[in-house]
């Protein structure tokens, strides 16, 4: 009687683990089928097992040129030119161009030369400016230059332009005016725009602007003053409002102990009354070295500085160029 319990619960549970098995194999059944199958079963709809060494060397060259090209034409919409278009901005209170430029992704010089900004400070809010969808300056096309000529200028591509401005033909007409894509404005002239160019020569009250006043020692005449007047203890280090070289220095009867220094984009500082001056002439100087002392030498009427920027032999008006 013993012996056959034993034996019925012996085939109770192979019964069991026989159905374990079963159920096992009908939920992943994958891992117990022999996968040395035929390519062709393999492969057919439905997907597969690729065996990698059974493709040929002229299919795998196909398949890495397919996704190559595949790669590529992913990329080409990102570097490929595109047709310039505008949007509007409305200037905020606090916009400047330095931040507008961050703000849209754009080079200051962008924004700079497709709204015509000669003087950056002037930016007020309320008024609506221009923001072009890729980077680029404005040229006005002179007689004489072709678009070859133009794009050798900018170092840019001749196609990129006709791109961009949507020309049909190399022609252009003179005085048309054309963007150049990815051109940026000359830096000196982007310094002057943004009023960045100079640094104060010499820290202080400003005792008379640049324009026409009153002559400090003939009242009843007037006259153009061609610079500011800074004051200043004697004494007082002035220096070198850019870098450049000394074309001057010397005593003049107006100006008393005076330097000249020459600049880039045709640019001179003149620096007046000094008491003392400490540099020759021929020197290089850098930005903010010293040159010389405040003074009350020549036509003064008290210790301060006279400080002249000319533009191409013109007097400018210092204020709008010193940061």
């Known amino acids: 009687m013993i012996q056959f319990h034993l034996n019925d619960l012996a085939k109770r549970h192979i019964f069991w683990l026989s159905a374990a098995l079963?159920?096992?194999?009908?939920v992943n059944p994958g891992q117990y089928i022999n996968l040395q199958k035929p390519l062709a079963e393999e492969h057919g709809i439905g997907g597969g097992y690729l065996a990698e060494e059974l493709i040929s060397e002229e299919e795998s060259s196909i398949l890495l040129t397919e996704a190559s090209l595949d790669s590529t034409?992913?990329?080409?919409?990102?570097s490929k030119s595109h047709t310039l278009i505008y949007n509007s901005h409305l200037v905020q209170k606090g916009d400047n161009i330095s931040t507008l430029a961050i703000n849209f992704g754009l080079n200051q010089g962008t924004l700079v030369s497709v709204n015509k900004i000669t003087y950056a400070r002037l930016l007020q809010a309320g008024k609506t400016i221009k923001i072009p969808n890729q980077d680029g300056i404005l040229h006005t096309v002179k007689d004489g230059e072709s678009l070859s000529i133009i794009a050798q200028k900018y170092n840019a591509d001749s196609e990129a332009i006709k791109t961009v401005n949507e020309l049909f033909?190399?022609?252009?007409?003179?005085?048309?005016?054309?963007?150049?894509?990815?051109?940026?404005?000359?830096?000196?002239?982007l310094q002057e725009i943004n009023g960045d160019l100079f640094i104060w020569p010499v820290h202080g009250a400003i005792t008379s602007n640049f324009g026409w006043r009153r002559d400090p020692f003939n009242r009843s005449r007037r006259h153009l003053h061609n610079g500011i007047d800074i004051k200043g203890s004697t004494g007082t280090p002035v220096r070198a409002a850019m870098a450049g070289r000394i074309s001057s220095v010397g005593y003049d009867s107006v100006f008393g102990n005076y330097v000249i220094i020459s600049h880039h984009s045709g640019y001179r500082t003149l620096y007046g009354h000094m008491s003392v001056i400490r540099t020759r002439t021929g020197a290089y100087v850098a930005q903010g070295e010293r040159i010389g002392d405040v003074g009350n030498t020549g036509q003064s009427t008290g210790p301060h500085l006279h400080f002249t920027v000319y533009k191409n032999g013109t007097a400018t008006n210092p204020r709008s160029l010193i940061r």
């Open 22 to 26: 079963c159920l096992v194999f009908l």
């Open 73 to 78: 034409s992913e990329l080409e919409p990102v």
């Open 169 to 189: 033909s190399d022609k252009i007409t003179p005085e048309t005016e054309i963007f150049i894509p990815g051109a940026q404005l000359d830096w000196s002239k």
